[in-house]
């Protein structure tokens, strides 16, 4: 009976997946990009220098050399908004994951401060790496041979017991990757809790660091916003005040590959970082710091911005939830998060379908991220993790590719219970 | 008779040295700066992109992420620049030297293609430094703990029998900096002979690198232009295509902090460059590349421009030259360049004077480049180069600080002379 059903389950969905590739759809929502009309907001910031007097700023020309910490006022802002003090900030160019490549670029070479030697001359390098994860992250790892620990997410951030175990007693453990609000791609905030025992770490190494990437720090769907714990401050009260480098940037919420990124830190790691920046560069470029700053004005104002932000991307994060439910609802053969903020939703198949229904999508024109990006080397254990970046397509393009989506989950999945290959967890 | 003469010469001096120090001026003349003046013949490309559409090129859109090896238009404008072709250049961020800085950081962190390993790992790297030479070459080698070898520059380029001899012996020699055009601070061109000496080394190390730093491309100071031959193509004519790094940057073209820069090779190590850059980046700004091109539109039009920054900075250099020639001309204890472009005077003292000498005038309020500064490890082995940046000052200025200059070169020399510690070449 049951097998009955499921062929004619298949038979149903195949003609619909084939009536969908007929169409020859192109649609992307492979990376989290703003959409046109999110840029269009910050269009008035590329208005607001014009005159000679308006590119100086406290008495410094921001066209000209100099300024290697970045100008004043872009600190400032940038201190506000993660909550450190002004000299514990560097702004830099128009991409944090630059300057996040750059600290571990200047660990290889250099070493980190309290640490014996540069990372480069180490028989091993390993970071922990909570997974699903960003897949920038784990690419420049790999691209360093960093060896990669996957460690497990929970509903509150990371596997703490893992994280604190391995870090206190391996001594090649050297960092770990962090996205503590609203995280790529499972849009989890971590909890006071996950903040102060990452603060209260032990670690082996003296040079051990965390990658804190608050890239969606101001970046949510609704008026209920995800907070977390500063973690300087609770770095500062363990007794930790080195062991933490922040990121972030407005990458997303000016343009972005235009906008200004920054890096916080105790100001010792700020010093150390500063002296080594010196022989690479003269200075960011401050005039797009100082847009930024005219143009973003204060924490409430960005904000303000990030509402309108919100405006235009929350109805894409309901029209993806809302064919998810309506397709993949109560079936139990998928499972996915419903974000507060950030730029992903987190669709979870059945084990094993995940490569299967990103192939499949693919070739009816529909472009994610490759299944498995989201770990480690690519690999996805379970293959059942798939991102969804539903931030650029127009809201119709989206919803038609998530029905393709779900055409192919459900496919895939139905094809595998038939092979008995997979169970459904109802089947369960 | 001759002490006698001196004496009164030195009581002359230093009244008119205590009058200057009197004054509590304040100039600097240490850096290859440009003036207020020359940043205004670019104050129209920052008017250039309004609207939205402006910001697209090429259908895409530069205000969003993408297109990490730079805008096709920045590309090709650069390579008629460099004389390559469009697949050899990568357009970066605001600063040359962040390139420079980074390809090496690559070699020590990833190496070079050709080579055995990463330069991370071995136990010498050597460079070669023509010096007196750029500060800031040297002072990334001294950060990377590179051992700088110095080479004697000549009339012509940089001693090329020692070049020669070094680099085809020395395997652990990965490296060398050259300035080919107008050269830091020497104002020296290189001739077709250097160029192609250079093309055609044989080094022992397969992953030697030449580091061409083509920083004054266009920095002619009048209508009689020095030209070099193109390396590139020498290179490839010699069977070396991969040996060459060429940079420039459009910082004293444009703006000095918020220009655009770019690096040119072989296909081979441009391709081998962006499979690392991807790890590092997303993107680099493409709307100040895009910006660049609409405002710099061709290498004609550059030109133009660059006549117009000539009209403001010649003069400049005029009254430098006038200032030495009238103060310490025929006295034979001072020797100068007169270049034709480029941003520097490089001035000569007896032997053993120069660091007194920049010592005096920073006292009188006359900040120069630290003496020794244009040689590796800031060691002048004769001290007495002395680099004069005269972009920068208001000419009145300028003529003031570089009599002050004069009066303490004088001053010095006399007084060594009284010594005995020295000797000018007339009384040799």
Tied chains: 1, 2.
């Excluded at 293959?383 to 989950?409: F, G, Q, S």
């Amino acid at each position: 009976m049951e097998q009955m059903a499921l062929k004619q389950t298949i038979e149903q969905l195949q003609k619909r997946y084939d009536e969908f590739k007929n169409q020859k759809l192109n649609l992307d929502m492979s990376r989290g990009k703003p959409c046109p009309e999110q840029l269009k907001l910050s269009m008035d910031m590329l208005k607001i220098l014009n005159k000679e007097e308006d590119y100086i700023c406290d008495g410094i020309d921001t066209r000209n050399y100099g300024v290697l910490e970045g100008i004043k006022p872009a600190r400032k802002l940038f201190a506000e908004l993660l909550e450190v003090s002004e000299n514990e900030v560097i702004v830099g160019g128009n991409s944090s994951l630059n300057m996040m490549h750059d600290a571990i670029a200047r660990a290889f070479i250099f070493g980190v401060p309290g640490g014996k030697a540069p990372w480069g001359v180490l028989p091993k390098v390993r970071f922990l790496c909570p997974s699903p994860g960003y897949d920038r992250h784990f690419a420049i790892c790999e691209a360093f041979g960093i060896e990669m620990i996957p460690v497990e997410m929970k509903q509150d951030g990371p596997d703490m017991d893992e994280i604190e175990r391995i870090v206190s007693s391996d001594e090649s453990v050297k960092g770990i990757w962090c996205v503590p609000k609203y995280s790529n791609p499972d849009g989890i905030s971590y909890s006071d809790d996950v903040v102060r025992r990452f603060a209260n770490l032990k670690p082996k190494a003296p040079d051990f660091r965390i990658f804190w990437d608050n890239a969606y720090v101001v970046h949510h769907l609704s008026d209920e916003h995800d907070e977390i714990l500063n973690i300087l401050e609770e770095c500062k009260k363990a007794g930790n005040p080195d062991m933490v480098y922040i990121f972030a940037s407005t990458s997303k919420i000016t343009f972005p590959g235009a906008g200004i990124a920054a890096m916080a830190a105790s100001e010792t790691n700020i010093k150390y970082t500063l002296q080594k920046m010196a022989v690479q560069t003269i200075c960011p470029d401050k005039t797009n710091q100082l847009r930024h700053v005219r143009f973003l004005k204060s924490v409430e104002n960005i904000n303000e911005l990030m509402k309108k932000h919100a405006a235009i991307i929350a109805p894409k994060f309901a029209a993806v939830l809302e064919t998810l439910e309506r397709e993949l609802g109560g079936k139990e053969i998928a499972w996915w998060n419903k974000p507060r903020g950030g730029y992903f939703i987190s669709l979870y198949t059945l084990d094993g379908c995940a490569k299967e229904v990103v192939a499949m999508a693919a070739e009816a024109g529909v472009k994610l991220t490759n299944a498995g990006a989201t770990y480690p080397y690519g690999r996805d254990p379970r293959d059942r993790n798939i991102r969804i970046a539903p931030t650029y397509p127009a809201i119709e393009d989206l919803k038609k590719a998530i029905e393709i989506l779900c055409v192919c989950v459900q496919l895939v999945s139905a094809k595998k219970m038939l092979s008995g290959e997979v169970l459904s967890r109802k089947v369960v």
